[in-house]
C-alpha cells in the first residue's frame, strides 16, 4: 500500500506526469488509473472506483468532495469542478483573496458505476450523475443526470436511453469475481 494516499489499491497506475495534491484525502480503489497529464487538487475527500481511468489533461479541482464509482471512464481533458465563486455578488473572488471576503460554493459531486463522460465535458458543483450515463464530448453538465441515459450539448439534453444494461453489469460482476479484483 503507498502510504502517501489515504487508500492506494491493487494494480493502481499513476502516470509520472500527472500532479496530485493532498493524495492523503485520495482513495484510489484496484485498478483505478491517473493518466498523464492529470490533475488533482483533493481539498476533500476524492474517490476514485475500481477499473476508473481519468484519461490524459483530466482535472478534479474546486474543494468539494468528489465521488467516482467503479468501471468509469473520465476522457481526455474532463474538468470536475466541485467548487465555484460568486463571480455576481458583492463579494471578492480568486484564491488570492481572503477567504472572509469571498462567497465560495462548495458542492460535493458523485459519478455513479459504468459512466462514460466525453472528452472536453466540464461536470459542475453538486452534479449527481447516474449509474451507466454516458455524457457525450463537449457536454456541458450543470444538473443531476438520470441513471442508464445519453445526455449531449451545452444544454445537457436528454437524447436517449443507453442499452445493454444487464450485459454490462454481468460483464462487470464476472471480472470483480475473476479474483482480479
Sequence with gaps: MNTEFLYFGK???IYSSSKIINPLNIFLDDYSII????????????????????????????????YIGNFVEISFSVKIISGT?????KSLFTPSVPT?????????????DYVFIGANSIIY????????????????????????????GSECKLIGKRKY?????????????????
Design 100 to 112: 472572509k471576503l469571498r462567497n465560495t460554493k462548495r458542492l460535493n459531486i458523485e459519478i455513479g
Design 35 to 66: 493518466s498523464d497529464f492529470c490533475f488533482i487538487l483533493a481539498s476533500k475527500y476524492v474517490r476514485i472506483g475500481k477499473y476508473s481511468n481519468l484519461s490524459p489533461y483530466s482535472l478534479i479541482t474546486g474543494g468539494g468532495e468528489v
Design 165 to 181: 444494461k444487464n450485459e454490462i453489469i454481468s460483464k462487470a460482476n464476472d471480472l470483480l469475481n475473476s479474483g482480479k479484483t
Design 11 to 13: 494494480e493502481v497506475k
Design 85 to 89: 465563486d460568486d463571480i455576481f455578488g
Design 125 to 152: 458543483p453538486g452534479v449527481k450523475i447516474g449509474e451507466g450515463v454516458i455524457v457525450n464530448p463537449g457536454t456541458i453538465v450543470k444538473k443531476n443526470l438520470q441513471a442508464w441515459n445519453i445526455y449531449d
